[in-house]
């Protein structure tokens, strides 16, 4: 079956608001076994809305709406549906009840605007909203070349149509439509570019059953792999999925960091916590992101002492005691330096191991010599310290990222 998702609000479309709902909404949708085949977002414009619920009705059987169904007059989804349907606003009691008792919870009075938001439009099915005033409508109808498609409208609150997705729409959906099972597992990589790891797992790739695809997800520093199986047995699908994964693990094991939503610095952080050690960072062209990556970590106290941000010359060599030799004749960004950075701040913290980044991130800085992206990262740990040497690219941000979770894995390898 064909799915279709319509977002409606002008705060979309001039940037002001990211468009999360589609993207969670196709998450859900897949996850129970409902394909969607297009986005398609759109302003609070009546001819608008109107113009895209027919493009949809020609080609779906599933529409699904979010946004322009509140209380105030840029509000025009409720009534614009009416116009689609040939139907009339009506006033639903049952609706009315759920405004008044929320407003009542809060110690409020129900106000006129807000009185309106009982009113459905005359055939739909109101579906309830348990953390707004807004109804979900359900609509279905025929469609010329046999069978219906079925319209629903939520709210554009991210949370409340969630809740409206998880407790109303798709258990109903489900009870209309037999979906197979779709199972996703996810290989995260590190150290290898797209083009590359393509290259080197290629004829796994080629060999893949047909009910089995895979996806590249590149991004700064990781690429993930994402298996998708579809089926109608359950088990039989996991194991499927499972045993390709085991294959590619025999192709690029040193690549493979973790699964699903698995993150690096978590990893570490369990295997740290396991070894009853300590981590610190002194961090030069990082700036800090990785102190942010790592306590982004629930728990991370346990486990991480801290960071010094080591920007300038003058903090390398007063703050970490870097030797204003070493600077001069080897320059910040270079394996003596970081080296003494990782070194010193171990020792100063009483760390057991310790990552050190000095690099030149961009976009200007860059010598022939030494170019944009050129970097440093260096692991201290109770029995070496080493120190590699990388060149990204010239993309300042990238160049951060790529930096800090290089140095994440450099370090998980060295716990492993």
């Known amino acids: 079956m064909i799915v279709e998702i319509i977002n409606i609000g002008d705060e979309l479309l001039i940037g002001q608001v990211i468009n999360t709902n589609a993207a969670w909404m196709a998450e859900q949708l897949n996850l129970n076994g409902f394909r969607v085949h297009q986005f398609t977002v759109i302003s609070d414009s009546r001819v608008h809305i109107l113009q895209a619920l027919a493009e949809a009705e020609a080609r779906a059987e599933i529409v699904l709406i979010s946004g322009g169904i509140g209380p105030t007059k840029d509000d025009i989804t409720k009534h614009t549906l009416c116009e689609f349907f040939n139907t009339r606003l009506v006033f639903n009691q049952e609706a009315y009840c759920d405004v008044e008792a929320m407003f009542a919870r809060r110690g409020y009075a129900v106000t006129e605007l807000n009185r309106q938001q009982a009113e459905l439009p005359e055939g739909c099915t109101g579906l309830p909203n348990a953390l707004g005033t807004a109804r979900g409508m359900w609509f279905e109808k025929d469609r010329q070349a046999g069978g219906k498609t079925i319209f629903v409208s939520m709210p554009g609150v991210p949370f409340e149509m969630k809740s409206m997705m998880t407790q109303q729409v798709i258990p109903r959906l489900k009870q209309l439509y037999h979906t197979p099972f779709i199972y996703h597992k996810t290989i995260l990589t590190q150290g290898i570019g797209e083009s590359f790891l393509a290259e080197q797992i290629a004829d796994w790739e080629n060999k893949l059953p047909e009910n089995i695809k895979l996806a590249y997800l590149p991004q700064p520093g990781i690429v993930r792999l994402r298996l998708t199986g579809m089926g109608n047995g359950e088990q039989i699908l996991h194991q499927q ?66 960071s010094v941000v080591a920007y300038s010359n003058e903090v390398k060599e007063k703050i970490l005691g870097v030797q204003s030799e070493s600077i001069l004749k080897f320059g910040a960004v270079s394996k003596q330096v970081v080296t003494e950075m990782a070194i010193s701040l171990q020792n100063r913290f009483k760390a057991d191991y310790v990552i050190a980044t000095s690099g030149i991130a961009g976009p200007d800085g860059g010598t022939p010599e030494k170019p944009v992206g050129t970097t440093w990262i260096a692991i201290a740990s109770p029995d070496e310290v080493f120190a590699m040497h990388y060149l990204f690219g010239d993309s300042r941000d990238r160049n951060i990222r790529r930096t800090a979770l290089q140095a994440l894995n450099l370090l998980r390898k060295k716990l492993m």
């Open 241 to 306: 999925v499972d045993a390709e994964v085991i294959k590619l693990e025999s192709l690029i094991a040193e690549y493979i960091f973790g699964y699903d939503d698995e993150t690096l610095e978590a990893i570490i952080g369990k295997i740290l916590k396991e070894k009853n050690a300590m981590l610190a960072t002194a961090e030069s062209c990082t700036g800090g992101y990785l102190a942010h990556l790592i306590t982004g970590v629930p728990g991370s106290s346990a486990w991480y002492k801290g």
